[in-house]
């Protein structure tokens, strides 16, 4: 569970017992119960990482839209209030620009809410010179994005880059080099499901590949 969720069970609970204390315990269910859910939301499981010239997602969600825009693709994914709200760095690299944009709470699921809303854009460099941009957009309901990371910091694929709270989108933005492998109504796991690839075919743990639950390697 990230820290978030604790500070908000921990809260939800305390009021809980305090009303307990005072109305009884029929009166502070709703308040245990709002504990509960935030335990259970704010959860942040390992994931076993790909390897390889891949993009994987950086949220979990559903595809909602994959568009060509000026020469590159946009792959859309809306989260959710049942989906994990951890983000993840698509590839591997360094963090060579983000950007705070203020805007509108839209329903995230509507295409406007990739330009309209407020959102951060993260910008990721590879070895190579590859760059991949990924946004954290806002919701109707998701009003808090966090990034936990600066320019200049160093990133893995699949690596925890941040968190966006309750409903919302994340907007992932790849060049000409990568073939698309998801398409509008496919379910992603940030950090496992592969968004695109480039030059050559993924290697996967060999836990993986044998059917075991426990990947050998690149877990995060």
């Known amino acids: 569970m990230v820290r978030d969720g604790i500070y908000y069970a921990l809260g939800f609970t305390a009021a809980g017992v305090l009303i307990s204390w005072l109305l009884g315990t029929g009166a502070a269910v709703p308040l245990f119960l709002l504990a509960a859910f935030c335990a259970w939301f704010f959860r942040d499981p390992e994931r076993p990482i790909p390897v390889g010239q891949v993009a994987v997602s950086p949220a979990d969600g559903k595809v909602v839209t994959v568009v060509k825009e000026d020469g590159r693709t946009r792959i859309s994914i809306f989260l959710n209030i049942f989906d994990v709200h951890v983000n993840r760095s698509p590839i591997s690299g360094v963090i060579t620009d983000?950007?705070?944009?203020?805007?509108?709470?839209?329903?995230?699921?509507?295409?406007?809410?990739?330009?309209?809303?407020?959102?951060?854009?993260?910008?990721?460099?590879?070895?190579?010179?590859?760059?991949?941009?990924?946004?954290?957009?806002?919701?109707?309901?998701?009003?808090?994005?966090?990034?936990?990371?600066?320019?200049?910091?160093?990133?893995?694929?699949?690596?925890?880059?941040g968190l966006i709270k309750f409903g919302s989108r994340m907007d992932v933005i790849l060049g000409p080099e990568w073939a698309i492998e998801v398409a509008p109504g496919a379910r992603v796991s940030a950090g496992s499901s592969i968004l695109a690839r480039r030059g050559g075919e993924v290697e996967l743990?060999?836990?993986?590949?044998?059917?075991?639950?426990?990947?050998?390697?690149?877990q995060t």
């Open 98 to 161: 983000f950007v705070y944009q203020k805007g509108k709470f839209l329903v995230a699921s509507v295409e406007a809410a990739s330009t309209d809303n407020e959102q951060t854009i993260i910008t990721v460099r590879a070895k190579d010179g590859t760059q991949v941009v990924f946004k954290q957009i806002a919701g109707l309901i998701a009003r808090r994005i966090i990034f936990t990371k600066k320019p200049g910091d160093l990133v893995q694929a699949g690596e925890r880059i």
């Open 205 to 218: 743990p060999v836990a993986i590949k044998a059917g075991l639950k426990e990947p050998a390697l690149c």
